[in-house]
């Protein structure tokens, strides 16, 4: 087997998935994105194992390894979006910007609020 194929297959969803995460607003897509990337490096691992013929099998084991650390990234992820879609009402990620502590949210132009002047007793 040539190790071209996969590994222009792998760089092809690598850059798939980079694309994704540069250029998707959904917070959903971006975490697919993610895995499509991670999915490329173990296509790497993987076909580099099998080229290098290790008796060890050391790309496979690693392979299984990134499998299980990306569930656990995707399971985590996916409650953070989930509760930040119940708290705030959208999954866009260029609205979360105002989350970071000690920041105001900016008004929106459609937000029509009169200031009263306080009475004092």
Excluded: K
Excluded at 13 to 26: E, H, M, Q
């Amino acid at each position: 087997m040539h190790l071209a194929y996969p590994a222009v297959l792998a760089a092809l969803l690598f850059c798939t998935g980079l694309y994704g995460v540069l250029a998707r607003r959904n917070a959903i897509l971006v975490l697919m994105s993610v895995e499509l990337m991670l999915n490329a490096v173990n296509l790497n691992l993987v076909a580099f194992d099998v080229w290098l013929r290790d008796t060890l099998h050391a790309g496979q084991a690693l392979t299984l390894f990134t499998i299980a650390i990306a569930a656990a990234e995707i399971g985590i992820g996916l409650a953070i979006v989930l509760m930040v879609y119940r708290n705030r009402g959208t999954s866009d990620v260029d609205r979360l910007r105002d989350t970071a502590e000690g920041h105001e949210p900016a008004p929106r132009p459609d937000d029509q609020r009169t200031t009263r002047p306080e009475v004092a007793a």
